[in-house]
């Protein structure tokens, strides 16, 4: 599973070769070949305070270095003063499966004194995708979209063992509609095991009493045990409790691992029983990948989308706004012109149904008739047959016919036998 890859790199993309099996060359069977030639375009983004951890997880996950060695800057350094967004793009292969990874890194959240809009360039940022999106689905020729849509985030808490910050709480809030949230807990080898479950219990309680909502694997009916076993499993250790490393150490019992080594032992990213990463893993790149490009297409990107129309067709009335922004404006105009042919193709349908319903209860209603029709002559029928029978059964039991009926047919039958003269 070594990346081998000989296209030409894209100029901001950095082609990397993998160290090892990462698990998303599965996705062969998450969805179809045709996308599989392709090659998928994925898109995390790592928010949470410095220093928890976050390129080093990102290059412990997909087992490459993709984050450059930083240089740590002194306290005294200068640093940007806002949340500053950084995107790193790199093509990774996995048995002949190509993926254009992208990462979003978010420098500077949580890092001020004053904290209280941290999570709004980073709202904006996924915004700004959503818009490039759209636009070129808007587009006449919309073959080569690229989908540079944030498909997951990862939200990295503090391993305080406390309960969320009110930072944590915020930036989920505002984030929890446009984006999947995929909450771990920072360096989780900070915490004993007890601290973990108490620590994971009140997180997944403060989420709950705020109403957000996280990324949850979807549960399908028909899926077979195994299958439904595996979502349980991953869904049970969410938030994830991570440790991260780049670091190959040696165990006591002297095997090679990738994880971090301590006076006392060592901690093994890739053990299950030391923590949670190789959960995560599973739920982001190997089993839920599919899912989490599906869900912020179908759902989180589409319900931004109907939001914008709407809020469009309020600010039609706003000329000045119009006036003194003609890209707007043409933008402004193209939405508007596509909200009014969804309308009409709408109401085009709905005059078509009506239609059909019409013409059905015609036919229902000229198929009961026909039916009574025929209810009627065969009752007739009954009605004629039963008659003759009557009249054959007198006639061979010898008795006469009924005077007014038998009398007169019979005088009229000599009648005719003599006026027809063959006497
Ligand atoms: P910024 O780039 O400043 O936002 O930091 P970051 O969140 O990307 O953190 P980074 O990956 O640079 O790690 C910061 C420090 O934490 C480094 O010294 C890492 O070795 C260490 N570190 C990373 N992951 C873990 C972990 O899981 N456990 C422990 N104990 N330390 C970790």
Same mark, same amino acid.
């Given at each position: 599973s070594v990346a081998q890859s000989n296209n030409a790199a894209l100029s901001s993309v950095i082609r990397k070769k993998l160290m090892? $099996?990462?698990?998303? *060359?599965?996705?062969p069977n998450q969805v179809h070949r045709k996308s599989v030639r392709k090659g998928f375009q994925f898109t995390v983004m790592v928010v949470g305070e %410095?220093?928890?951890g976050k390129s080093t997880l990102v290059n412990t996950l997909f087992n490459t270095?993709? $984050?450059? *060695?930083k240089e740590v800057l002194p306290p005294s350094a200068e640093r940007a003063s806002t949340v500053a967004i950084e995107s790193i793009g790199a093509d990774i292969e996995e048995n002949g499966v190509r993926l254009h990874l992208n990462v979003v890194d978010t420098p500077g959240?949580? =890092?001020? #004194?004053?904290? =209280? =809009? %941290?999570?709004r360039p980073i709202v904006e940022n996924i915004e700004s995708r959503f818009d490039s999106y759209l636009e070129q689905e808007n587009r #006449?020729?919309?073959q080569k979209i690229m =989908?540079?849509?944030?498909?997951a985030c990862l939200y990295f808490i503090q391993p305080t063992g406390h309960s969320l910050k009110q930072l944590d709480i915020e930036f989920m809030r505002r984030l929890h509609t446009k984006v999947n949230l995929i909450p771990v807990i920072a360096k *989780?080898?900070?915490?004993t095991d007890e601290e973990i479950a108490d620590f994971k219990a009140r997180i997944l309680a403060d989420i709950a009493h705020n109403k957000i909502h996280i990324f949850q694997a979807p549960t399908y009916e028909n899926e077979d045990e195994e299958a439904i076993a595996e979502a349980e499993e991953i869904a049970s250790k969410i938030p994830f409790a991570v440790v991260g490393s780049d670091q190959v150490v040696r165990t006591a019992d002297g095997r090679d691992v990738r994880g971090r080594s301590y006076p006392w032992g060592v901690i093994e990213v890739d053990n299950e029983e030391h923590c949670d990463f190789v959960k995560l893993r599973q739920m982001l790149i190997r089993t839920y990948m599919e899912e989490l490009r599906e869900h912020t297409n179908n759902v989180l990107y589409e319900n931004w989308r109907t939001q914008k129309l709407l809020s469009m067709g309020v600010a039609q009335d706003s000329s000045v706004f119009r006036e003194i922004n003609p890209a707007a404006r043409m933008q402004e105009e193209r939405i508007l012109h596509e909200a009014k042919l969804s309308k009409m193709e709408a109401e085009m349908k709905m005059v078509f149904q009506q239609k059909v319903q019409e013409k059905e209860s015609k036919l229902k209603q000229s198929e009961e008739e026909l039916y009574a029709r025929h209810r009627e002559m065969k009752e007739a029928l009954e009605r004629q047959k039963a008659d003759l029978e009557d009249k054959k059964r007198r006639i061979e039991s010898g008795r006469p016919l009924t005077p007014e009926k038998g009398a007169v047919s019979i005088s009229r039958l000599l009648l005719a036998v003599i006026s027809d003269g063959n006497y």
């Open positions: 090892g $099996y990462v698990g998303f *060359a599965n996705l %410095s220093g928890l270095p993709l $984050y450059p *060695a959240f949580g =890092d001020f #004194v004053n904290n =209280d =809009d %941290s999570w #006449v020729n919309r =989908d540079n849509r944030v498909h *989780a080898d900070t915490l």
